[in-house]
């Protein structure tokens, strides 16, 4: 089960109290052979930055989970706990019975649910990556029997699509002999990271609760390393209410590579690696960042600070050089890269290198840094003026 790391109140703040750009659009669709519109929010700072990139979020019925997900989406990005991202809320008031219908005696999408579905795809997807600034990091989130048509794209051919977000499902009774010839070892094979997450609750009725379990033993047992499958299970009085919990526990797996490393992080993946391994997992973990979602943070010096005693305390500090130069290759601007070189140098009595770099990575100081003054007693330590 995932913890609750947001109050629950964050849903409240989805509908009020956001100073946001929403941009109305209607698409033309040669598919559908009508307009359809969609509601597009963008993030704040995006025409100041014309080079950002920012991942994408393509939320069906709009007409009420579409302001969910933008409010805790603006509250994950204030707290550094995931990226800004564009999202697109797709209207279906009036069309959602043909949108997301199937067959009951086979699961199979009917003739107007497949329109949709290309809509989405080719029309929809294609809209937005050829117009706006979006990152590799596409996602789909629906809710009840939306999420049963969001379960539908992994059986794409290729993969374009990183996270299924289905939120109080209601699938099909063919949905697990369904995904069983979607094919989904064809994700190993990219390299890119997956997700799946899907949600129980108490207040399902146990018929539903027992549907939902099924799939998620069923893609779980695929075993897949880059395909996360999340199953989340909320105790909850009412499917309203799961709502509101599902979504910023679902955005806190897909986005938790993004945020800074936790101690559970730690201590699951990186307390027993080597200072070489730790070094590369630090760096790894940031170019999957920039790569993911368009967002090149250099490295946060927390995450500097939390392999810090591995890189000292293991093989004598013999590696505090090579993380110096990959905090200098990933954060130039920061002295850290500088300090780590010259105290390697300082430990092997090479005192002449060490106050050099010393004061290369003071003088990237603000002097009214508060740690300004510590950092230039490593100079005054060696003698240097």
Avoid at 154 to 178: A, G, H, R, W
Avoid at 212 to 239: E, G, L, M, R
């Amino acid at each position: 089960m995932i913890k609750k790391t947001l109050p629950f109140i964050f849903l409240l703040f989805s509908f009020f109290g956001f100073s946001q750009k929403y941009i109305l659009k209607g698409i033309e669709s040669d598919i559908l052979e009508t307009t359809r519109d969609i509601r597009i929010y963008i993030p704040a700072g995006y025409e100041k930055d014309s080079i950002k990139n920012y991942p994408l979020a393509i939320v069906l019925d709009e007409e009420y989970l579409f302001d969910t997900y933008v409010g805790n989406s603006i509250l994950f990005a204030k707290k550094d706990k995931a990226p800004k991202q564009i999202i697109v809320g797709v209207k279906m008031e009036e069309t959602k019975g043909k949108d997301i219908s199937f067959d009951k005696n086979t699961g199979k999408l009917t003739t107007s649910a497949n329109y949709f579905y290309e809509f989405l795809r080719d029309e929809v997807l294609f809209y937005m990556e050829s117009n706006y600034r979006t990152s590799p990091f596409v996602s789909f989130v629906g809710q009840g029997y939306s999420a049963n048509i969001v379960s539908h794209f992994l059986k794409e051919n290729t993969p374009f699509i990183n996270s299924f977000v289905c939120i109080n499902p209601s699938f099909s009774d063919f949905i697990v002999n369904e995904i069983s010839f979607y094919n989904l070892p064809k994700f190993s094979k990219e390299d890119n990271t997956f997700y799946f997450y899907t949600n129980n609750s108490s207040s399902f009725s146990q018929a539903k609760q027992v549907k939902i379990d099924q799939v998620q033993k069923a893609i779980a047992s695929f075993d897949i390393k880059n395909f996360n499958v999340i199953n989340d299970n909320i105790t909850t009085v009412s499917s309203i209410s799961a709502i509101g919990e599902a979504v910023p526990r679902a955005m806190t797996k897909l986005f938790e590579i993004y945020s800074a490393i936790t101690k559970e992080e730690y201590d699951e993946k990186i307390k027993d690696l080597s200072p070489i391994d730790a070094i590369a997992y630090l760096e790894d973990k940031y170019l999957e960042i920039e790569f993911l979602f368009g967002t090149n943070l250099g490295i946060r010096e927390r995450d500097i600070y939390a392999i810090e005693s591995i890189i000292i305390e293991k093989e004598n500090g013999d590696r505090l050089r090579d993380f110096g130069k990959m905090i200098l290759k990933r954060f130039p601007s920061s002295p850290l890269g500088e300090y780590y070189i010259g105290r390697y140098y300082e430990e092997g009595k090479m005192f002449k290198r060490a106050l050099k770099y010393y004061k290369v990575g003071y003088g990237k100081m603000d002097p009214s840094d508060p740690n300004a003054d510590a950092y230039y007693e490593n100079i005054l330590r060696l003698g240097g003026q």
